[in-house]
């Protein structure tokens, strides 16, 4: 071994130059899965360093419309410090006579936070504000152009701006707010008159326990004490769930993606070894001249493979460790948590292994034709077929495999979505791989055109040692997915911009009472007459038993069974709501009054288990309600109008406290003064501008494109560098044409031109790959994913397919340009 090891080490101090792509190939994609999974782990570290802090306590208890009890207060007091605080949402206006914007309200006691610090920008009138005074966020102040000590109306109540809000604890822990915060005291709530019978709103109730107290058993403890009241707990490691849940979700699919990356790295480590040992074939018949066994010239080459790769995956390595301070340093401010910079030894370990296996999987076979080169080599070149792995070669290529798919899914959160990711990847390389074989056999069968130019083109695209098909697999996979990228995006684009507001209504009012429905009709119409309204009532529930079986005994909860995540907003009908469509079962007597029937949308329905005439038991306002599923629906969500997954027949439902849902639909330009009619009429409902919600939407789908673009880029510089390989690789080859061409009198113009033909018919068959392959993906994901329109915007398409061409074509005709330079002579001398 250490004659292999000093042999090796010689010979890759003199010629180790060919094996740059190896490393470089790896680099990118170790890089692309350490950074993703570095980045991912750090911000779910913040949120497990920041648990405590966020959740507000050691146990948080919520409960849905309606406050605690005396007794329940009391239950909880005794357990430790106790903080109260109240959510929901209100509209806001400076009262200069603009339209009242969507807030989100929230209401805190004197004991408020009970963990971290609750503070105010500079220039505050008081440290927090009491009675008939507010603290806003800023994002409400510019919109309203209020400042310190200015008047803002909320609900009922004129209440003075004390401040401008610089760091809320607990914001994060509380979710998703669809408006800026208002926050006030208690009294300061009471005078804004919004909690009426029936409104929305949360009341949570934090406690702070003895070190070592186990926070679930407490919390569990305190909601079994009132069983049927419909209280929720949840403990520091909970808190934030939603936004826990979309970091890994969003990083399982970036590594995913980066996979992706590895696997076309993969496919230029085998171009780069192959054409690295195509090279050696004079030094390899040498060492066979001198007796050295096949083992021991495939020892050698391993240990110099072995040595480049740790190389490059080591750098890819230290790059990937350091993504998430990167991140910080760049878009902090735009991410939900500020990572927590460590160095986390998991997702670089993992990807250190992935990143070994590639490189042995797509190596072994040319180490495996080196062991076979003759030694009579040496006196004279030998141009072979390409021979299939032997038996012995295949079964170590499937053992690798085999482990490659394991460990990619093994370490994934998703087990399921990484094997069907895997799978999929698997079957689309294959295909790009059989497209890029028939098309070197198809161009092979053309008849050969009469210009020496294009025939030379063509030839170069189809001769022995033609890297098409490779080409066609990596850079092909990039682009294919940029045009998918592409597609999803602009449908998506289309579906927020046009589509679905031309289907929505233009705003969604929340806490309408029942007895305030005719002067809300009154106020809308009179501001935009001829205006549609659909009311419908509500109120809120949570799933608490499925077929008998409480759902809190269960052990996991199925995927896609998002019903089962916190309360509900649910209602009654007598007939089908619109945009419904039933799709099992039937609906029940208009005039029906027996036991409790439900209606449950279809995909949740499937993802529960559930069938016509089972049991499901919703808990409302600490009542328990058990009702036999009559009927299945499907939803038209993307029309945004007032759909509820949950649907009672009427009888005893009917009588829990409950306000009104209603939607407006009106045409746009008159939504300010709606918006303010209805703010003077009835100052406790909350308007939610359609608008607004779609925006939101649309921004966040955008920054989530944006994170899978950066990760598709380093599949698409995979594929490039994959390109260079190949140019390297067939570089013997160019050289001895550019030489016979120059000899037979061809100019540089020709030879150059020669390249320029050929990667131009390159690019046009990867545009042409690209666009139908990423198509197909896109409208897949379009169309039966996301259940929307198929839109895209071909324009869009057509710049990325261009820009896909114009790379493929530049870096083909520079890495040729050395060409020019090669002088016959020298180069006759040389072969």
């Keep these: 071994m250490s004659l292999v090891g000093r042999l090796a080490l010689r010979d890759l101090r003199r010629g180790g130059r060919g094996l740059f792509l190896l490393a470089l190939c790896l680099f990118f994609g170790t890089a692309a899965l350490a950074g993703i999974g570095s980045l991912s782990a750090s911000m779910i570290a913040a949120l497990d360093a920041q648990g405590r802090q966020m959740l507000g306590g050691d146990v948080e208890l919520r409960v849905s419309q309606r406050r605690a009890t005396v007794e329940e207060a009391a239950a909880f007091a005794a357990r430790g410090p106790l903080s109260e605080t109240v959510g929901m949402r209100a509209m806001a206006d400076a009262e200069r006579g603009d339209a009242p914007v969507l807030v989100a ?19 505050a009138l008081a440290p927090r504000p ?36 610089a760091t809320e604890p607990d914001a994060l822990g509380e979710g998703f707010s669809l408006g800026p915060r208002v926050l006030v005291d208690m009294a300061g709530l009471d005078a804004t008159a919004a909690v009426q019978p029936g409104s929305l709103y949360d009341s949570r109730y934090r406690l702070l326990l003895p070190v070592g107290a186990n926070a679930k058993t407490i919390g569990d403890g305190l909601s079994d004490r009132f069983p049927g009241a419909g209280w929720s707990t949840r403990t520091p490691d909970q808190a934030a769930g939603g936004l826990r849940r979309g970091i890994a979700q969003l990083g399982q699919f970036l590594l995913l993606v980066g996979l992706s990356a590895l696997a076309i790295a993969g496919v230029g480590v085998g171009s780069g070894v192959a054409a690295y040992l195509a090279g050696k074939t004079r030094i390899i018949a040498m060492l066979k001249v001198l007796g050295a066994e096949s083992r021991t010239i495939a020892a050698i080459f391993l240990t110099q493979l072995a040595a480049v790769a740790a190389i490059g995956i080591a750098l890819g390595l230290i790059v990937g460790a350091a993504v998430p301070a990167i991140v910080t340093g760049v878009a902090g401010d735009a991410l ?27 190596a072994l076979p040319a180490l495996a034709r080196a ?3 003759p030694a009579a080599s040496l006196l004279r070149d030998v141009v072979a077929n390409r021979r299939w792995p032997s038996l012995r070669t295949a079964a170590a290529m499937t053992g690798l495999l085999a482990l490659l798919v394991a460990l990619a899914v093994l370490t994934a959160s998703d087990r399921i979505l990484a094997l069907g990711f895997v799978a999929a990847m698997a079957v689309l390389v294959a295909l790009l791989w059989g497209i890029g074989i028939a098309l070197r056999r198809g161009l092979a069968r053309l008849p050969r055109p009469r210009r020496p130019l294009l025939r030379l083109a ?39 911009a046009s589509r679905a507001p031309a289907k929505a209504p233009r705003f969604f009012a929340i806490d309408l009472q029942p007895d305030d429905a005719p002067a809300f009709r009154t106020a809308v119409t009179r501001a935009a ?29 199925p995927e896609g069974a998002w019903v089962l995540r916190g309360d509900r907003t649910i209602t009654w009908a007598k007939s089908l709501p619109p945009r419904n469509e039933i799709t099992a079962g039937r609906w029940w007597p208009a005039d029906y009054r027996g036991p409790p029937l439900v209606s449950i949308e279809d995909r949740a329905a499937e ?47 009917e009588e829990a406290p409950h306000s009104l849902l209603a939607s407006v639909y009106a045409p746009p330009g008159g939504d300010g003064a709606i918006a303010r009619d209805v703010a003077r009429a009835l100052p406790s409902v909350t308007m939610i501008r359609v608008g607004d919600v779609i925006g939101q939407i649309g921004e966040l789908l955008g ?38 061409l120059k000899l037979l009198g061809g100019s540089s113009g020709q030879v150059l031109g020669v390249q320029a033909i050929e990667y131009a018919l390159l690019s046009a068959l990867l545009t042409g790959v690209a666009l139908a392959v990423g198509g197909v993906a896109g409208w897949y994901v379009v169309t039966q994913v996301f259940s929307l329109g198929w839109a895209p915007d071909w324009s869009v398409v057509a710049l990325t397919l261009a820009a896909s061409a114009i790379v493929t074509l530049g870096i083909g005709v520079l890495g040729n340009l050395p060409l020019l330079r090669t002088r016959p002579a020298a180069a006759l001398r040389a072969d």
């Design 607 to 653: 993802a529960l288990g559930l069938r016509i005439g089972d049991e499901i038991t919703v808990a409302v306002l600490g009542v328990d309600v058990t009702a036999r599923i009559a009927a299945t629906r499907k939803i038209d969500w993307s029309g945004l109008g007032l759909n509820f997954a949950i649907v009672f027949s009427p009888g005893l439902i």
């Design 371 to 373: 062991r076979r080169v």
């Design 130 to 165: 009491a009675g008939l005074q507010a603290a806003i966020a800023p994002a409400l102040a510019d919109r309203l152009g209020v400042k310190v000590g200015d008047r803002l109306r909320v609900g009922a109540a004129r209440l003075t701006v004390i401040g401008i809000i």
């Design 529 to 557: 007459p001829g205006a549609r309204i659909e009311a419908t009532p509500s109120l809120r529930g949570s799933i608490v038993a499925l077929k008998g079986q409480s759902v809190a005994d269960m052990k996991t909860v």
């Design 458 to 496: 063509l030839a170069n695209l189809h001769r022995p040692g033609a890297q098409t098909d490779r080409l066609v697999v990596a850079l092909g996979l990039g682009f294919a997915l940029f045009v998918a990228l592409a597609t999803i995006d602009t449908s998506l684009s289309s579906e927020m």
């Design 105 to 123: 309200l929230k209401g805190v006691d004197a004991r408020w936070p009970l963990i971290g610090d609750f503070r105010l920008q500079p220039g």
């Design 336 to 362: 939900p948590v500020v990572p927590r910079l460590a160095l986390y030894p998991v997702p670089l370990l993992t990807a250190a292994a992935l990143s070994a296996l590639v490189a042995l999987l797509f």
């Design 703 to 740: 920054q989530i494109a944006l994170a899978i673009r950066v990760a598709a880029a380093v599949t698409v510089a995979a594929g490039l560098v994959v390109l260079v390989g190949a140019i390297a690789a067939s570089a013997r080859a160019r050289r001895t044409d550019a030489v016979i």
